[in-house]
Nanobody, 122 residues
């Protein structure tokens, strides 16, 4: 069973930056898609960004385009989410996910991390 472990969350002021990391523990699948999702209190989990195995294809939610960047280091087997110009509405638990299809639908992803809290103060 593949599990993903996120790190890098925390408290930051509006306009600040954070970088999240996601790495697998245990067995990993080769050539897997990685995605980031987030869930704010009382809201559904929503798509943030996704990246292909080679890193050449990325997809972003409109709300984060131009501010967030997803990348991956396949040597380290780690995916990153660089978040700049953070806003209070970015406050949420951020989850890393893995699967075979680069998609915005969370149902396309097969395994997930436990999440890391990101809080942006105004």
């Amino acid at each position: 069973q593949v599990q993903l472990v996120e790190s890098g969350g925390g408290l930051v002021q509006a306009g600040g930056s954070l970088r999240l990391s996601c790495a697998p523990s245990g067995r990993t699948f080769s050539r897997s898609i990685r995605g980031w999702f987030r869930q704010a209190p009382g809201k559904e989990r929503e798509f943030v960004a996704a990246i292909s195995w080679t890193g050449t294809t990325t997809n972003y939610a409109d709300s984060v385009k131009g501010r967030f960047t997803i990348s991956r280091d396949n040597v380290k087997n780690t995916v990153y989410l660089q978040m700049n110009s953070l806003k209070p509405e970015d406050t949420a638990v951020y989850y890393c996910a893995g699967g075979a299809v680069l998609a915005k639908d969370k149902r396309a992803y097969d395994y997930w991390g436990q999440g890391t809290q990101v809080t942006v103060s105004s």
